[in-house]
């Protein structure tokens, strides 16, 4: 499947804020954001413009799909699916991004990043009830129990990523044990409480894709 391979801090510098790809480097002070970099391109009097009505829905949709590592037929994909569920599409949307496998790994703290988390699922390090799934886009349900595979629990990698549970502890709809290194996904967040993405309008995704 594809993905991109470029350089992460591009798309944080792009976009103009964290989206927190590269775990701990986010944290510290080699983080673009925190530099206050320009974003990249041209200089900064070619971007003096007022964005357009079209320029501000794109950064609101490449914002959200650079934050959860999608490229643009998967992120299409989804809100195909969120057009047809029942309830605000936008709102539909977040709900099954905070789902997929990769994302609840990395929330659980069993990796210090979206892109790392990816990884560690796809190498089968991950199970969902007892069993080994290694696809990232696995639609978690809430009772969902996701551990380490017992061959896994030795990973340097995941044993250094937990160390982060003690220090900011864990979203409110999820639980985990990092002694036993097993979570549990208790339920399908609200909007309100996906905090990351407290400042985005998925309204003007929904205007974007619809026109």
Not at 10 to 32: H, I, N, T, V
Not at 78 to 85: D, G, I, N, Q, T
Not at 161 to 172: D, Q, R, W, Y
Request: glycine share 6%; hydrophobic share 35%; charged share 30%.
């Amino acid at each position: 499947m594809a993905r991109y391979i470029g350089p992460a801090c591009r798309l944080c510098r792009a976009e103009q804020r964290k989206m927190f790809l590269k775990g701990d480097r986010c944290k510290s002070d080699k983080c673009p954001i925190n530099r206050k970099r320009p974003a990249p391109g041209k200089g900064p009097k070619a971007r003096t413009n007022k964005m357009s009505e079209y320029g501000l829905e794109l950064r609101e949709k490449q914002k959200v799909k650079r934050t959860y590592g999608l490229m643009e037929r998967q992120f299409h994909n989804y809100f195909e699916k969120a057009l047809r569920m029942p309830g605000i599409t936008g709102e539909n949307l977040l709900m099954m991004l905070e789902r997929r496998l990769d994302n609840v790994v990395y929330r659980m703290r069993f990796a210090t990043s979206r892109a790392q988390a990816r990884q560690i699922v796809t190498h089968g390090h991950i199970t969902v009830n007892g069993k080994r799934v290694n696809i990232p886009s696995y639609q978690v349900r809430p009772n969902d129990v996701i551990a380490v595979h017992e061959t896994s629990k030795k990973l340097i990698v995941i044993k250094d990523a937990l160390k982060e549970f003690s220090k900011s502890g864990v979203a409110s709809w999820i639980e985990v044990d990092p002694d036993t290194e097993t979570g549990k996904f208790l339920a399908v967040p609200r909007r309100n409480e996906i905090t990351e993405l407290a400042d985005i309008k998925e309204q003007l995704i929904v205007e974007l894709y619809s026109k």
